[in-house]
C-alpha cells in the first residue's frame, strides 16, 4: 500500500510518527512524504531514512497514493479532497480535520467504539476516514461502556481544554504569558516576606497590559481562562460545543435518535491534556459500583479512578496522563439530584487518542484488511 502523508512535520503529525514508528506501522507500507513548501527536498526522518519530499499541492503525484493521511489542517483538506476526488481519485483519505467529518459520505473514525461500522463502510466502498473532535472522543473512550449499554439519556461536558488543541504557536504562547508573569513578580517572589496583593496587583497590571502576549489566544489564558472555543454559532453555542452532540451521534450511528450531549468548552492552561467534568443521566438507576464496573471493563485504555482525594490528585489530572494513551475516569457519583444522574471527571491526551491515534489506527484497519 503507497500511502502518502502530508503535514507531518507539525504537532499533529509529529505524533503520529512517533507512534507509526513506536508501532512498527511503516513496515507494513510504502510510505511517501509530501511538503506544501519543501517539496524536491531530502530530509533524514526520525529512524535515519533518507526521504526525497514530493509535492503536496501536485495532484498527479497525490494521485499515485493508495491512502493519503493529512494532519496538515482543514485548509489543505478544503484545497485539494474535492479536486482529487473529482479526477477520480479512489484511493483512502485519512485526516484530523473537521472539513470533511459531517459528510453523509464520510465517517468519523473511532474504533474501539465504531469498530464494526468502520469496517462496515469499507466494504460498502466509502474512502473518507476522519478523526473526531478530540473532546468527543476523548468524552466518548471513558463513556463508552454506558454509550454501548444503551444507558445513556443525556450527557454534559464542561470542558477544561489544553492549548494544543489550538495548536502549536498557542502553547508556545502560553508559555510565554507564563515567563511574562513570573518576570514581573521574580523579585517580590524571591523573599518570603514579599506582600501577595503587591504580587496579584503587579500580574493584574502585566495581564492586562498591552505587551502581554495575546497574539495566538486574543486574551490571557495563564493566570485566567477563556471560556469560548471555535467560531460563534450565533445562538449562543460555539462551534466546538456543537461538535459535541453531533459527532457523539454520527459516531454512535445515531443522528435519527440523538443522545442530547450539551455543555461549555473553556481553554485553561494545561499544555496538551483535555479534561472534562461530566454530568450525565442513565436511562435506569445504577449503583454506582456497577457503573465503574461498566466503565473499566469497556476497552483497554479507560480506567476508573476511585473517587478519593488522594487518588484523584495522584492520577486525574493533565501532568498525570500526558504523553499517555491512558483515558482515566474519576469523581464518580450518584449526585442529589433526581433522577438518575451521575458525575465523572476524564482525562486524556488531546495529541493521542484525541488526534493522532484514531488516524494511525484508521491506517492499520486498512493494511491489515490488505
Ligand atoms: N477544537 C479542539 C480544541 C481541537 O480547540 O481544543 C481538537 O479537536
Known sequence: MQVGFVGWRGMVGSVLMQRMVAEKDFENITSIFFSTSQAGQSVTMRDGR??????ANDESQLLEMDAIISCQGGDYTKKIHGPLRASGWQGYWIDAASTLRMASNSMIVLDPINNVDIKLAIDDGKKDFIGGNCTTSLMMLALHGLFRDELVEWVSAMTYQAASGAGAQNMRELIQQMGSIHDVTKNELASAEGDVLEIDSLVLERMRAQEFPTEQFGAPLAGSLIPWIDSDLGDGQSREEWKA?????KILGRQENPIPVEGICVRIGAMRCHSQALTFKLTESVPVLEVEKILSEANEWVSVVPNDKLSTVAMLSPTSVTRTLDVPVGRIRKLNIP????????VGDQLLWGAAEPLRRMLRILVDRG
Do not use: R
Request: hydrophobic share 35%.
Open 50 to 55: 533518507e526521504v526525497l519530499l514530493k509535492d
Open 245 to 249: 452532540q453531533a459527532e457523539t451521534n
Open 339 to 346: 433522577g438518575n444522574i451521575y458525575s465523572a471527571f476524564t
